[in-house]
Structures are given as structure tokens and as C-alpha cells.
């Protein structure tokens, strides 16, 4: 039962999603091409035609028409989106529920899985305590610490290596020998390097988050077309204000690719830092959990990890999709 | 036109004993050998030559890409070090800022330059309006056609009020109808600027179209040929395609091309002829003829 609820807020940020998305993308072209409308925006160019029409035909009816097609076609294709993650989320969910039902043992075992209605019970005895919720913001601020700190040396390194060959010359060897080298591999280092605990688990989650960062931004700049930079120092462009207003929008895509990539390999970085070394946050309150034959809390704290993870995930689409409007008509259509 | 005009008025391009080498020792290159040529300001020159003859190369030079091996490059007297907005570029590919709406993009330069946000936006309109893709300007340049995309990126060039306009091959991607209507168009463009055009291009009906002055490249290392002053009355219409006096031309000039253009290819092939070469492509493609 405490899935069912959380397939329902699985669902939604989907829907979400493509509610932004949309009318951002649309916006430009609100005038022209109004058959490539498809979301709520549909009235404003709607209105804007209302004048071009005919006086013997009466707008307001075909007006309607078109848009009660409209709708019936998002909703559709809503309805289905929504049913087939209901479809793959509840699938998930009944195998859990039957695996501990009926305590399947076919090589995995279910006999000390808790069942969805002890995670539930845990979550609302536990889940709305003060413990369960600073664990939480606790782990948010070191994912954020970490992951804001790597955008800000990622980003402009990036840019640069990307740019001028000598700083990749200088940089690229040290990055190609520390790349390899798990952030997880780093917890015992980052102990005895950093002062206090906190220090060391921001570090470690800045470890995953830097290089998928650093290389995303360094391939965006290599992948920019040439021929772009060229037009920019015809046009009067200082080296400056080429990367400002060329290498730095030209590469977004590929920069925030790494951000998605990068947001993911720290909450794995983080969580498993927080386990070894942690005191606080929600991998340890896993780890705990698992200390103190707390079985239905371990579920709880994966599941809440999931969420976090989908929720920076989701966030970092919703900021790109805003910041760059033009791919949705790129080649090769939407992302 | 006189040189004295020519020095008084801006945008005179003058190209002396140009060459360009590219690579070292055993693969060195020669692209372009002792190039000279000019421009006059207000003129609208064609550079044409087969594939490879380093017409692009000498129009990378005078844009300021490209530094020459030898000799030197000048606008209005002065050495072409590096790109400046003093010289307006189009370019084969399409360069417009994918990032950026069909205004933005013309309003580039504008702002590059310093220019305040009410000012660059009147003047980008205008240069639109001319375009004729006003309507477009919030459009994003992935929303746009090919010919769509070349116009606004003549008219990007002109933002900034260049002395000359560079072009390398702008309508070379393009379908042979929305061609004809862009030449067109260009003409028009560059009847209301009077600026200095250098454009490049391996389409013989194009250049004469376009063109007061032609001037024809030899293969690879490309010399100039032959410069041929095109007499057609101005303004150009579509319909003079079919005059004696354009026919002329073309025929003159497509002599002049067609020895370049078997010369720039493989000695193998201008040896046996090329009747020779359609016999001997075997199954096993073109490999088995050398």
C-alpha cells in the first residue's frame, strides 16, 4: 500500500515534465506552426487567428472543434503514457507483495523482506519523524555541497580544455589518471585528508559528480561546429564574449548531459560514503537500519533514496529543458 | 572606376602575389600560387575554379582565418591580420546560432559591437523585413528552411555595416530553385548596400548572374586564369539567363573550366580519357583500373 502511493508520485512528475516542456518549446512559434502545438497553450494561438477567418463562417465552432480534438488527442496520449508506467510500476510492486506473501524461495529468498504494508507502517511511524527527516535534508545538502561545487570547476575547466590545447595538455593527464579511480575508492583517502566528516563526504560526492561533468562539458565543446566560432569572429566577437555567447550555449546540451550523469554517480558516491563513513543522511540511516535488524526501514531508506535521486534527476531536465528551448526543434527532435 | 575613386571609396580588396602551402616537406601542399586580385569597392566579383582549387583557402585569407605562406592580403590599404566585422562572412554551411531566435541571431554582431538592446532591435527588424522572413524573427533557425537559413545569414553579415561581403559557395546546399530565387534575392540585397561582394562559387551560371567581374582558377595550385568583366546590364532579371550575351559567356566560360576541371583530376584518369575510365569499372569498383 505505501507503493501504491508512491507509484502515484512516480506517475506525476512525468506528467509534469511534458506540461513544461511544452509550451516552452512552443512559445517561439505560438504563430506559425500551430499544428505542432499540442498542450495547454493551444488558446493564445487559437486567438491570435480569430480575426483571419471568413465573416460567413462562425469561428467560435470550429475553433472549438479543433481544440476539443486537440485535447481528446493529448489526453490520450497522457492516458496511455500514464497507464504504461502504472502498468510497469504496479508490476514491480505485485512481485514484491507475492514474493512476501507467499515468502517465495527460489535461489533469492523472501523469508526477511518486509511486505509493502510493514515499509508503509514504518513510514508513517518513522517517516514523519524529526531522525527520518534530517537525515534526508542532511543528505540533500551534501548532494547539493558536492554537486554545485563540481559544476563550478567542471563547467569552466571543461570549457577551457575543450578550448585551448595547451590547458588540455596541462590538465588532461592528471584528470585521465584520477578518472579511473572509483569515487568510492576515495572514502579512506578523504577521511585523512579533509578535517571532519562533513568535509570528506561533500568531496567524495564532488569526486562522482566532477569528471562525468568535466568530460560531458569538454566533448560538447569539441562536438560545437566549427563553423559556428568562425561566424562569431566575423561577426566581432572577442575571445570573451566566444565563450559566453558561442562555447558555453553551443555546449549546454552536452554539459547538461553530464550534470544527469554526474547527479546520478554522486547520490551513488554519496550513499555509499555515508554507509561506510557517515553519521546522518539517508545511506546511513539504511546502513543502520540493516545494524539493527530493522528490516522494514532498510526498504524504506532505498526507497526514499530512489525518490531523492529521481527528484534531482527530474529537476535537472525541467532546468535544462527551460535554459535550452531551441532543442526541441533540433534534428533528431526532442531529447 | 578609376583608382583614385577606388582608394576614396571603402571596401577595395586587393589580393598581391598570394600563396598558400599547407603541411611540411613531404606533404606539402600548394593550394594557391602567386594569387593576385582585386575587388573595387562596390563591386561584385566571383572567384570560380574546379573543387580543390584553393578558392575557398583564398577567401578564408581575406576573411583572416587563414594566414598566407606568401604575399598579403589588404582592405583599404590595411594588412588582413584577423576576422574583424569590418568584413561580413556567409558561409557554405549553415552557420546561424542554433541557441539563439532568427532576431538574436541577426542582432549578433550588433551586440557584439556594443550596440544597445532598442537599437539592435530595429535594426535587425529592418534587416528582416528586407529578408522578407520578418515574421520568422522568434523562430528558432532549426525551424527554418535551407534558403531560409542563408538569407538570414547574408543579412546577419550586413548587421554590422561591413565594407565587404564574403561568400564561400552560400547557395552550394541548396535546391537548383531555391537557387535561382536567392541569386536573385542577393542582387537585390546587394543593389541596396552598393558594398564590395568577393564571392565564391563552381556554378558558371551563378557567377555571370551575379557578377561585374569573374575571375577563373586553375587546378590545384590554383592560379588565376583568366578575368572576364560580365557587361549585363543592371539590375539583373531572372529572364536575361536566355539573352545571346549570357549564353556567350557561359560557353566561354565553361572552355575555360572544363581543361581545370579534367586537369584536377587523377593524371591516370586524364591520360586514358574518360571513355577509358567508364570501360574499366569492374564489379570490384573503381580500385581495379589502377
Same mark, same amino acid.
Request: proline share 6%; charged share 15%; hydrophobic share 45%.
Given at each position: 500500500?505505501?507503493?501504491?502511493?508512491?507509484?502515484?508520485?512516480?506517475?506525476?512528475?512525468?506528467?509534469?515534465?511534458?506540461?513544461?516542456?511544452?509550451?516552452?518549446?512552443?512559445?517561439?512559434?505560438?504563430?506559425?506552426?500551430?499544428?505542432?502545438?499540442?498542450?495547454?497553450?493551444?488558446?493564445?494561438?487559437?486567438?491570435?487567428?480569430?480575426?483571419?477567418?471568413?465573416?460567413?463562417?462562425?469561428?467560435?465552432?470550429?475553433?472549438?472543434?479543433?481544440?476539443?480534438?486537440?485535447?481528446?488527442?493529448?489526453?490520450?496520449?497522457?492516458?496511455?503514457?500514464?497507464?504504461?508506467?502504472?502498468?510497469?510500476?504496479?508490476?514491480?510492486?505485485?512481485?514484491?507483495?507475492?514474493?512476501?506473501?507467499?515468502?517465495?524461495?527460489?535461489?533469492?529468498?523472501?523469508?526477511?523482506?518486509?511486505?509493502?504494508?510493514?515499509?508503509?507502517?514504518?513510514?508513517?511511524?518513522?517517516?514523519?519523524?524529526?531522525?527520518?527527516?534530517?537525515?534526508?535534508?542532511?543528505?540533500?545538502?551534501?548532494?547539493?555541497?558536492?554537486?554545485?561545487?563540481?559544476?563550478?570547476?567542471?563547467?569552466?575547466?571543461?570549457?577551457?580544455?575543450?578550448?585551448?590545447?595547451?590547458?588540455?595538455?596541462?590538465?588532461?593527464?592528471?584528470?585521465?589518471?584520477?578518472?579511473?579511480?572509483?569515487?568510492?575508492?576515495?572514502?579512506?583517502?578523504?577521511?585523512?585528508?579533509?578535517?571532519?566528516?562533513?568535509?570528506?563526504?561533500?568531496?567524495?560526492?564532488?569526486?562522482?559528480?566532477?569528471?562525468?561533468?568535466?568530460?560531458?562539458?569538454?566533448?560538447?565543446?569539441?562536438?560545437?561546429?566549427?563553423?559556428?566560432?568562425?561566424?562569431?569572429?566575423?561577426?566581432?566577437?572577442?575571445?570573451?564574449?566566444?565563450?559566453?555567447?558561442?562555447?558555453?550555449?553551443?555546449?549546454?546540451?552536452?554539459?547538461?548531459?553530464?550534470?544527469?550523469?554526474?547527479?546520478?554517480?554522486?547520490?551513488?558516491?554519496?550513499?555509499?560514503?555515508?554507509?561506510?563513513?557517515?553519521?546522518?543522511?539517508?545511506?546511513?540511516?539504511?546502513?543502520?537500519?540493516?545494524?539493527?535488524?530493522?528490516?522494514?526501514?532498510?526498504?524504506?531508506?532505498?526507497?526514499?533514496?530512489?525518490?531523492?535521486?529521481?527528484?534531482?534527476?527530474?529537476?535537472?531536465?525541467?532546468?535544462?529543458?527551460?535554459?535550452?528551448?531551441?532543442?526541441?526543434?533540433?534534428?533528431?527532435?526532442?531529447? | 572606376?578609376?583608382?583614385?575613386?577606388?582608394?576614396?571609396?571603402?571596401?577595395?580588396?586587393?589580393?598581391?602575389?598570394?600563396?598558400?602551402?599547407?603541411?611540411?616537406?613531404?606533404?606539402?601542399?600548394?593550394?594557391?600560387?602567386?594569387?593576385?586580385?582585386?575587388?573595387?569597392?562596390?563591386?561584385?566579383?566571383?572567384?570560380?575554379?574546379?573543387?580543390?582549387?584553393?578558392?575557398?583557402? #583564398? !577567401? $578564408?585569407?581575406?576573411?583572416?582565418?587563414?594566414?598566407?605562406? %606568401? =604575399?598579403?592580403? &589588404?582592405?583599404?590599404?590595411?594588412?588582413?591580420?584577423?576576422?574583424?566585422?569590418?568584413?561580413?562572412?556567409?558561409?557554405?554551411?549553415?552557420?546561424?546560432?542554433?541557441?539563439?531566435?532568427?532576431?538574436?541571431?541577426?542582432?549578433?554582431?550588433?551586440?557584439?559591437?556594443?550596440?544597445?538592446?532598442?537599437?539592435?532591435?530595429?535594426?535587425?527588424?529592418?534587416?528582416?523585413?528586407?529578408?522578407? #522572413? !520578418? $515574421?520568422?524573427?522568434?523562430?528558432?533557425?532549426?525551424?527554418? %528552411? =535551407?534558403?531560409? &537559413?542563408?538569407?538570414?545569414?547574408?543579412?546577419?553579415?550586413?548587421?554590422?555595416?561591413?565594407?565587404?561581403?564574403?561568400?564561400?559557395?552560400?547557395?552550394?546546399?541548396?535546391?537548383?530553385?531555391?537557387?535561382?530565387?536567392?541569386?536573385?534575392?542577393?542582387?537585390?540585397?546587394?543593389?541596396?548596400?552598393?558594398?564590395?561582394?568577393?564571392?565564391?562559387?563552381?556554378?558558371?551560371?551563378?557567377?555571370?548572374?551575379?557578377?561585374?567581374?569573374?575571375?577563373?582558377?586553375?587546378?590545384?595550385?590554383?592560379?588565376?586564369?583568366?578575368?572576364?568583366?560580365?557587361?549585363?546590364?543592371?539590375?539583373?532579371?531572372?529572364?536575361?539567363?536566355?539573352?545571346?550575351?549570357?549564353?556567350?559567356?557561359?560557353?566561354?566560360?565553361?572552355?575555360?573550366?572544363?581543361?581545370?576541371?579534367?586537369?584536377?583530376?587523377?593524371?591516370?584518369?586524364?591520360?586514358?580519357?574518360?571513355?577509358?575510365?567508364?570501360?574499366?569499372?569492374?564489379?570490384?569498383?573503381?580500385?581495379?583500373?589502377?
Amino acid at each position: 500500500m505505501g507503493n501504491m502511493a508512491s507509484a502515484k508520485v512516480v506517475v506525476l512528475p512525468m506528467i509534469d515534465k511534458q506540461t513544461d516542456h511544452e509550451p516552452a518549446a512552443v512559445k517561439p512559434s505560438a504563430t506559425q506552426d500551430v499544428a505542432a502545438v499540442a498542450s495547454p497553450n493551444t488558446p493564445a494561438p487559437a486567438a491570435a487567428e480569430i480575426p483571419v477567418p471568413e465573416p460567413e463562417q462562425i469561428p467560435t465552432v470550429s475553433l472549438t472543434k479543433v481544440l476539443r480534438r486537440l485535447l481528446a488527442q493529448i489526453t490520450r496520449e497522457r492516458i496511455i503514457t500514464a497507464a504504461l508506467a502504472c502498468v510497469s510500476l504496479g508490476a514491480l510492486f505485485l512481485f514484491w507483495y507475492l514474493g512476501t506473501k507467499y515468502r517465495l524461495e527460489f535461489y533469492i529468498r523472501f523469508k526477511n523482506v518486509p511486505t509493502p504494508y510493514e515499509v508503509f507502517q514504518q513510514l508513517t511511524q518513522v517517516g514523519l519523524s524529526n531522525k527520518y527527516l534530517v537525515n534526508i535534508a542532511i543528505s540533500v545538502r551534501r548532494i547539493l555541497t558536492g554537486f554545485f561545487i563540481a559544476i563550478a570547476i567542471g563547467v569552466p575547466l571543461g570549457l577551457a580544455i575543450g578550448k585551448y590545447q595547451r590547458v588540455r595538455d596541462l590538465f588532461m593527464p592528471v584528470v585521465e589518471v584520477l578518472r579511473p579511480i572509483p569515487a568510492i575508492a576515495w572514502v579512506p583517502m578523504s577521511i585523512m585528508l579533509w578535517p571532519n566528516n562533513e568535509a570528506s563526504i561533500v568531496f567524495i560526492t564532488f569526486i562522482g559528480a566532477f569528471f562525468p561533468i568535466l568530460l560531458n562539458t569538454i566533448h560538447g565543446v569539441h562536438s560545437l561546429d566549427g563553423v559556428l566560432i568562425r561566424a562569431a569572429r566575423c561577426l566581432g566577437a572577442s575571445e570573451f564574449r566566444l565563450f559566453l555567447n558561442v562555447i558555453l550555449p553551443g555546449s549546454l546540451p552536452h554539459i547538461f548531459t553530464g550534470l544527469a550523469v554526474g547527479m546520478g554517480v554522486a547520490w551513488v558516491s554519496l550513499i555509499a560514503a555515508e554507509m561506510i563513513s557517515g553519521q546522518f543522511g539517508v545511506g546511513y540511516f539504511t546502513w543502520e537500519a540493516y545494524s539493527l535488524v530493522d528490516y522494514p526501514a532498510i526498504v524504506l531508506g532505498m526507497i526514499t533514496i530512489g525518490f531523492l535521486g529521481l527528484a534531482c534527476s527530474g529537476i535537472i531536465r525541467m532546468v535544462g529543458n527551460l535554459l535550452m528551448p531551441w532543442l526541441a526543434f533540433a534534428p533528431g527532435g526532442k531529447r | 572606376m578609376t583608382m583614385a575613386m577606388a582608394e576614396a571609396q571603402k571596401g577595395f580588396i586587393d589580393v598581391r602575389n598570394m600563396g598558400v602551402t599547407f603541411g611540411a616537406n613531404d606533404n606539402k601542399v600548394v593550394a594557391v600560387e602567386s594569387v593576385s586580385l582585386n575587388v573595387q569597392p562596390g563591386e561584385f566579383v566571383s572567384l570560380i575554379g574546379p573543387s580543390g582549387c584553393g578558392k575557398s583557402t #583564398l !577567401l $578564408s585569407i581575406v576573411a583572416g582565418f587563414v594566414k598566407p605562406t %606568401s =604575399g598579403e592580403a &589588404k582592405l583599404d590599404g590595411k594588412a588582413i591580420t584577423r576576422p574583424g566585422s569590418d568584413r561580413g562572412v556567409v558561409f557554405q554551411q549553415y552557420s546561424l546560432f542554433p541557441w539563439l531566435s532568427v532576431r538574436k541571431n541577426v542582432e549578433f554582431g550588433l551586440k557584439m559591437a556594443g550596440v544597445d538592446q532598442s537599437k539592435r532591435n530595429t535594426t535587425a527588424r529592418a534587416l528582416l523585413d528586407l529578408a522578407g #522572413l !520578418l $515574421s520568422f524573427e522568434n523562430h528558432y533557425p532549426d525551424q527554418l %528552411s =535551407g534558403g531560409m &537559413k542563408q538569407r538570414i545569414g547574408i543579412v546577419r553579415a550586413l548587421a554590422t555595416s561591413p565594407q565587404v561581403l564574403l561568400m564561400d559557395e552560400p547557395f552550394g546546399a541548396l535546391d537548383t530553385q531555391t537557387r535561382v530565387v536567392m541569386q536573385e534575392i542577393l542582387t537585390n540585397i546587394w543593389q541596396q548596400f552598393k558594398i564590395s561582394v568577393l564571392f565564391i562559387t563552381h556554378d558558371i551560371e551563378e557567377s555571370i548572374f551575379l557578377s561585374d567581374r569573374i575571375y577563373v582558377m586553375t587546378a590545384r595550385p590554383g592560379r588565376i586564369k583568366a578575368e572576364i568583366k560580365v557587361p549585363l546590364p543592371r539590375p539583373r532579371k531572372a529572364e536575361m539567363t536566355d539573352t545571346p550575351e549570357f549564353m556567350n559567356l557561359v560557353q566561354e566560360l565553361k572552355g575555360l573550366i572544363r581543361e581545370e576541371s579534367l586537369a584536377a583530376m587523377a593524371p591516370e584518369i586524364k591520360d586514358r580519357g574518360l571513355s577509358g575510365f567508364g570501360m574499366k569499372v569492374g564489379p570490384k569498383g573503381v580500385g581495379e583500373i589502377f
